[in-house]
């Protein structure tokens, strides 16, 4: 008997994977499967459409049958589609195609898929990248248990703007910190490889320069120096695929006159050429077909023309490529070569994801149904949730909240809120009842102490209505909780604001409990930095908590009661307001700095604000207090292939066992170009029971000195350097020099 017989269909495939029994490279299977692929073949590979589900961008064009497309070899990849039954029904279409190529299924599984995580940018806060990892990890373990092979994450655009809504997708404003939270992404969704189930591909996006857009405004143009390009924000990009992303996602903007998708410069000079990237360029949503609205490309035709000349190897939904390449070929305006180019990126990941072995194997219905939802992701995600948060004020040592209190009042529009924990960019895949709101939370930590409840106010709403009940309720109890915020839809994609203010009345409700004469504490909830100056100014304990996810309630109770002391630094600036906008730490001198807040004497500071943010990248405080002492450096000069080792001294002087994130800032004195006035080169984050002491050390390499140059080449120039190291950008404990000679 034939013994393909018995066999299903697409093990045929595999079949001539292997011959003479020997086994063939990916790329030798690559080859032999192209030789069999016509033209229209090939560029049905390079199309990817939007599943039947939800869509994340503007459907543009009528998309016919899907499912018939697939059969006829027009789809290579779908997005936005979950699910081992889902998954399966288009896969078994795929099967049905000439060649049985198997589908690729991509889907934003941004902070968590059935479980969710924090907002990226409160994870980010955490500054803890094994715990980063780990949360990517399990994100990519239950996602691929649900039929997805490829996540459009990690998101590592550099923000400097918390206008953009799309600030709460990434690690915020550091090109360090955001480097190696890209590399703890990536190794996190891809886990052991694609050999592994488990492994899902990254995607690393928005590439590039994207967290720019002008004024904060999402899709925005971005007009930018090559120099602060390199210098800012590709090196969470170059740190992505250097760690292997599979993927890569270009952006909507336009970078100095280019359209992203349209950039041979990105993306063949710089990721596929400097970087040798071999993973595969996808589109953003339409952002092909878009060249025409911004008036770079007059049709698709022409779009399609560009993007694939500059390495933009699949379409995500304008349909440019599979409506346009082959008669682009045929006239002539297309080398064929170049489809070629871009399908072999793409089959080879197909290959190294076992897909034609088994294209099932992702959308298995047992494995799901064991995988999602195990108890050690959902501690994980608490365990995430808790390192997210960031302790901003705590005078008088109002937290942690003791555990004899007679009444606790929970007071605000957010204290019951439950799937709102999720944040923008999360999947509505698991249970929502077992989302943990601030009101459950508190009541398994509460114990004995009988909680009080009033809404007090809308989030955006501004009826008073309920401020009396609130006082009232406020007057009843010993301390107040105030759960106070944005909605989550307010931050993500296309949610930028002009307006970053706690939204509503809910600063004057916060007044309002204030004049209880209670001791008050704040939670702030949001996706990006908000002005909030008096509640900032007036109340005793604020705690940033961003949307911390599935656990959220039970993360916020361990830390007000100090089950878990606060370790959040934050990874973004908070401006003071709108004004300061774009504000950072990481910015050159002018020749004319004030001397303090105060000093407007021709300097370069504005008349009616101080320069200095409300709260400043790196700032976070404890229970516990920390002091730095004994700075003693290795050398006071070295070569540029020496080191000097630094070292000091971490004594936690409170009474709680917490940890601090000790950060190492460089600056160049001179150079040309200038650099910045801080840098962070290295952190470290440690442990320290109350009275103890650890020497940390930070070494001082070549790497760590290195910048581009005005030729944009990576290298150091001889010169003195501060050494700065410290609680946060702004808080500098320990400082020293030293000469590159
Ligand atoms: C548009 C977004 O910019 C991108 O981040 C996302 O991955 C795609 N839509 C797909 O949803």
């Known amino acids: 008997m034939n013994r393909f017989k018995l066999l299903p269909l697409y093990c045929l495939i595999a079949a001539f994977s292997v ?5 063939l490279t990916v790329a030798q299977k690559v080859d032999a499967l192209m030789k069999k692929m016509t033209l229209a073949e090939k560029i049905g590979q390079l199309n990817q459409v939007n599943g039947d589900w939800a869509a994340t961008g503007p459907i543009t064009t009528d998309v016919g049958d899907k499912l018939e497309q697939i059969r006829k070899g027009q789809i290579g990849s779908v997005l936005n589609i979950t699910g081992v039954a889902h998954t399966r029904a288009f896969q078994d279409a795929a099967m049905q195609s000439r060649l049985k190529i198997p589908l690729l299924f991509g889907q934003d599984v941004i902070h968590g898929y059935s479980i969710t995580f924090p907002i990226p940018l409160g994870e980010a806060a955490s500054w803890d990248i094994a715990a980063i990892e780990r949360s990517a990890r399990i994100a990519g373990t239950e996602a691929a248990a649900g039929g997805v092979h490829w996540t459009f994450a990690p998101m590592v655009d550099i923000a400097r703007d918390p206008r953009w809504g799309r600030v709460m997708e990434g690690a915020g404003e550091d090109p360090y910190l955001g480097s190696q939270i890209a590399r703890a992404r990536v190794k996190g969704f891809q886990g052991n490889g694609f050999g592994s189930l488990d492994a899902i591909m990254a995607c690393a ?19 930018m120096s090559l120099h602060t390009l390199w210098e800012f924000y590709l090196p969470p990009f170059k740190a992505a695929a250097e760690a292997g992303a599979a993927t890569f996602m270009n952006s909507f903007n336009s970078l100095n006159g280019t359209p992203a998708s349209a950039s041979s410069y990105l993306q063949r000079d710089i990721l596929k050429g400097k970087w040798g990237f071999k993973g595969f360029v996808v589109s953003d949503w339409n952002s092909i077909g878009e060249m025409v609205q911004q008036g770079y490309a007059k049709d698709n035709d022409q779009a399609a023309e560009f993007a694939i000349k500059a390495g933009n190897d699949m379409d995500m939904e304008s349909r440019s490529y599979i409506n346009n390449l082959e008669k ?6 297309v080398p064929v070569k170049l489809i070629g180019e871009a399908v072999r990126r793409i089959l080879t990941k197909k290959f190294e994801m076992g897909l034609f072995d088994d294209p099932y194997r992702y959308s298995n219905a047992d494995r799901e149904k064991s995988v999602l939802n195990k ?7 608490r365990d995430m949730a808790r390192k997210s948060i960031v302790l901003l004020k705590n005078q008088g040592q109002v937290l942690p909240l003791s555990k004899n209190l007679n009444r606790i009042a929970l007071i605000g529009p957010l204290v019951k809120a439950k799937k709102e924990m999720k944040g923008f960019w999360s999947l509505d895949i698991g249970d929502e009842g077992k989302i943990v709101s601030l009101y459950e939370g508190m009541q398994q930590a509460a114990g004995k102490t009988q909680l009080l409840y009033a ?13 009396d009940e609130a006082f009232k309720t406020a007057m009843q109890a010993d301390e107040v909780v105030m759960a106070m915020g944005e909605r989550p839809d307010m931050t993500g994609e296309a949610k930028s604001r002009a307006n970053i203010h706690l939204p509503g009345v809910q600063e004057e409700l916060i007044q309002k409990i204030m004049a209880t004469g209670k001791p008050v504490v704040v939670l702030l909830m949001s996706g990006r930095p908000m002005v909030f100056n008096w509640t900032a100014d007036h109340v005793p304990a604020i705690l940033y908590t961003w949307w911390l996810g599935n656990e959220a309630g039970n993360a916020i109770a361990d830390v007000l009661y100090g089950n878990y002391n606060p370790s959040g630094k934050l990874p973004i600036t908070f401006p003071r307001t709108e004004g300061q906008i ?15 807040d105060s000093d407007v004497n021709y300097t370069s500071a504005y008349i009616d604000l101080p320069n200095s943010p409300k709260f400043a990248f790196g700032y976070g405080l404890s229970y516990t207090a920390f002091k730095y002492s004994n700075l003693k450096l ?4 070295l070569q540029s292939n020496g080191a000097i080792i630094v070292s000091f001294d971490l004594t936690n002087t409170g009474k709680y066992a917490g940890e601090e994130v000790a950060q190492l800032y460089l600056r160049q004195l001179i150079s040309q170009p200038v650099r910045p006035v801080k840098e962070l080169k290295d952190f470290q984050k440690i442990m320290l029971q109350p009275g103890e002491t650890k020497t940390l050390t930070f070494t001082i390499d070549k790497e760590k000195l290195s910048f581009y140059n005005d030729q944009l080449q990576w290298g150091t120039q001889p010169g003195e350097f501060n050494l700065m190291i410290g609680s946060a950008s702004d808080d500098i404990r320990l400082q020293d020099g030293f000469e590159l000679l």
Do not use: M, W
Request: hydrophobic share 30%; charged share 20%; glycine share 14%.
């Open 328 to 333: 682009l070929v045929a006239a002539g305006k």
């Open 19 to 23: 011959a003479d029994g020997q086994q």
């Open 634 to 637: 290795s050398g006071k000069s």
């Open 375 to 381: 108890p050690e992701f959902i501690a994980a995600a």
């Open 455 to 467: 809404k007090g106010c809308d989030i955006t709403d501004t009826s008073r209505t309920g401020f």
């Open 205 to 223: 996006k928005h590439y590039a320069a994207y967290g720019a857009a002008i004024g904060g405004r999402d899709y925005n143009s971005v007009d």
């Open 582 to 596: 774009p504000i950072y730490y990481n910015h050159y001198n002018t020749g004319r700095p004030p001397q303090n």
